[in-house]
């Protein structure tokens, strides 16, 4: 099955994202 190409980038920004709130969070 075939993405469009700026799919798997905003997958990707997304998680990084979540992954910096939740290491904020974590630090806080």
Do not use: D
């Not at 998680?15 to 630090?27: A, D, F, G, I, P």
């Amino acid at each position: 099955m075939e993405l469009p190409k700026g799919y798997h980038r905003e997958v990707v920004e997304a998680r990084e994202n979540s992954r910096e709130k939740v290491s904020t969070y974590m630090l806080n």
